[in-house]
């Protein structure tokens, strides 16, 4: 499988998450949102970029406790909860957001 | 909710068994595992050239190794005690989901093979030979088994379909027909040390994350410690109490009982991992490298005892086998059970006095309890038979003004699969995961509707992690499913003490 973004093809693994990180650009995420007919707002790149930073630091993607926390210093208490964050990304932060932010699909119990 | 294009299961005022419908779940596949996922393990990259003699090699070691599985194909009657016993036949009506019906596709082709009667009279013995089709039914049907075992308390002779449906898989994994999701994430244990693959310094700044939010909301210091060596306790916990909620509300509960007990415990960042997927593919081979960096963090660490947190299966591998597979384990502590589980600890020091509670911290909620398969079919709590129903009621109940009991004929013992155990906890598998969840959310309807129950604890992560995906598709919210810990957690009466 794959997507276009800017004229470019890039390798995505059957459950539509980039083949390669390192690909990444903005429009991923763009291209990927229109699919699921959702428009991205300034509150759903924050997500996005938060996510990005993590994994750059840690290889895996945030707890959603960790997740929350963020946002909730950055954007106000009241969205520091998995609510917020499924309001946002209707398929679930961890997948769909990780999904547009290009990291890996997070795997095991969850 | 991810969008859907099957039709969701009704939740009727009483239990239906459904009309057979042939073939509607034939469909059904996970994604393959690709060689990346499939070397690790020891399994061919894709489906080998000589497939058909590999799998029939296969199945006489298998055959030859487990006495149990050669039993299993030689007793059935047909008695059909077991065909509505199957939470997946009662939500797709697809008579292969019915236990007998998913045994059957491995007992032909053991019939035409390894029997006298099937080699030579194959027609009157139901025999078949092993074609390209069969294989793909294999595929797709035992991969609709959560190997939860609710078939077997029916069976008269007591055939146990999981231990059919591991071997079928040990089967496909051998010939290259490996499933993606499962064996990613054991090939993920052995490189990081857990199925998500999460890293030791990702797992301390998470910990590290929960110490700051529990002294904010208690105003004491609780530690939630890695690597510490000399710790007395090493707890083993699915890492989706790292990552996941409720979970992460479950494992901020064990680590206040740590703490107001004055016990001393550790995290390991080798071993941090409690599931071992290695028994959902059948491969002992696998569940036993997964089991032995449980005993090498114990060694490293130099810890007197081994604890489980909430994790159903992995409750399963500890309490059946993991002295065979990584024993002996006399270097622990022997006064206390090897492994113990963190209901048992916390049990105990209820019983003893140790933990008080303020049931009161949970008045807003009305709990029910879903038994896991794996701890209710497969293993036991504390000295007494049936512990493992007794224990986690008890510590609801310490910790709860408000708890009421399914329907009998769906809990203990009959409980009903969540729909996601046994490795089936994949989206590609979100139309047998719905359908199979329909019998436990009817009887969640029921106490919800005659008691006003509002949440469901629940001491098993995949149950946890399946409850908040499926819920939502019966009426329910995502947020309906509670750990049991996570209600201690909320009650529990804490003392400030020196760390």
């Excluded at chain 2, 998470?206 to 000399?230: F, R």
């Excluded at chain 2, 107001?260 to 028994?279: H, I, P, R, V």
């Excluded at chain 2, 006064?335 to 807003?364: M, W």
């Amino acid at each position: 499988m794959s997507i276009e973004v800017n004229g470019k093809t890039l390798e995505t693994d059957e459950e539509g998450y980039l083949a390669n990180i390192n690909e990444w650009e903005e429009g991923v995420a763009t291209v990927m949102a229109k699919e699921d007919e959702l428009e991205l707002t300034d509150e759903h790149w924050e997500i996005i970029n938060f996510l990005r930073e993590y994994y750059e630091e840690y290889q895996v993607a945030p707890a959603v406790r960790v997740l929350t926390k963020a946002v909730g210093k950055k954007m106000g208490k009241d969205k520091g909860n998995s609510k917020y964050l499924y309001a946002l990304f209707p398929y679930g932060p961890g997948k769909q957001a990780c999904r547009y932010a290009g990291l890996p699909k997070p795997t095991g119990c969850v | 909710m991810a969008k859907i294009d099957f039709e969701i299961p009704k939740l009727e005022d009483y239990p239906v068994v459904p009309a057979v419908k042939e073939g509607t779940m034939k469909h059904s596949q996970p994604y393959k595992a690709i060689d990346k996922f499939q070397e690790p393990l020891g399994y061919p990259g894709k489906l080998v050239d000589n497939w058909k003699e590999r799998a029939l090699d296969k199945m006489g070691e298998l055959l030859g190794k487990y006495r149990s599985l050669q039993v299993y194909l030689d007793s059935c009657v047909k008695c059909g005690a077991c065909t509505d016993k199957c939470h997946y036949f009662l939500g797709t009506s697809d008579p292969k989901n019915m236990p007998v019906g998913r045994q059957d596709l491995l007992r032909k082709v053991y019939r035409r093979h390894f029997t006298f009667a099937g080699k030579y009279f194959p027609k009157l013995v139901g025999a078949e030979d092993l074609t390209k089709d069969v294989l793909d039914d294999w595929y797709s049907y035992y991969h609709q088994c959560s190997q939860c075992r609710r078939c077997s308390v029916f069976c008269p002779y007591g055939i146990d379909t999981a231990e059919i449906s591991m071997a079928a898989r040990e089967i496909l994994d051998s010939v290259g027909e490996g499933q993606k999701y499962c064996n990613e994430i054991i090939a993920k244990v052995y490189k990081i040390g857990n199925n998500l693959g999460l890293p030791g310094p990702a797992l301390v700044d998470t910990l590290e994350g929960l110490e700051e939010d529990v002294e904010e909301e208690t105003n004491i210091q609780v530690k939630y410690p890695v690597d510490q060596k000399g710790a007395d306790i090493l707890l083993i916990t699915p890492s989706a109490d790292f990552f996941a909620e409720p979970h992460v509300d479950g494992l901020i509960g064990y680590g206040k009982v740590f703490h107001q007990a004055g016990l001393s415990w550790t995290l390991s960042s080798y071993a941090s991992e409690a599931a071992n997927f290695g028994m959902f593919i059948g491969s002992y081979e696998n569940m036993r490298q997964v089991s032995l960096r449980i005993r090498k963090a114990a060694l490293d660490l130099g810890v007197k005892r081994i604890i489980f947190g909430e994790c159903g299966h992995a409750w399963r591998v500890a309490y059946s086998f993991l002295n065979t597979l990584a024993g002996p384990f006399d270097f622990l502590d022997k006064r206390y059970p090897v492994p113990q589980h963190i209901c048992e600890l916390t049990h105990g020091l209820i019983e003893s006095g140790v933990l008080r509670f303020d049931k009161s911290a949970n008045d807003d909620m009305v709990l029910t309890y879903h038994d896991s398969c794996n701890v209710a079919r497969a293993s036991r709590m504390g000295r007494k038979p049936g512990g493992q129903f007794t224990i986690p009621r008890d510590i609801i109940r310490a910790s709860c003004n408000n708890f009421y009991d399914m329907p009998y004929e769906t809990i203990h013992d009959s409980t009903f699969c969540c729909g996601g155990g046994g490795g089936l906890l994949t989206d590609d598998l979100m139309e047998v995961r719905i359908k199979g969840a329909m019998p436990r959310a009817q009887a969640l309807k029921q106490v919800v509707d005659d008691y006003g129950v509002t949440h469901m604890a629940a001491i098993c992560a995949i149950c946890k992690s399946q409850f908040t995906k499926v819920l939502p598709y019966f009426g329910f919210t995502m947020d309906q499913i509670v750990s049991v810990h996570q209600l201690v957690s909320n009650a529990i009466v804490m003392d400030i003490k020196e760390v």
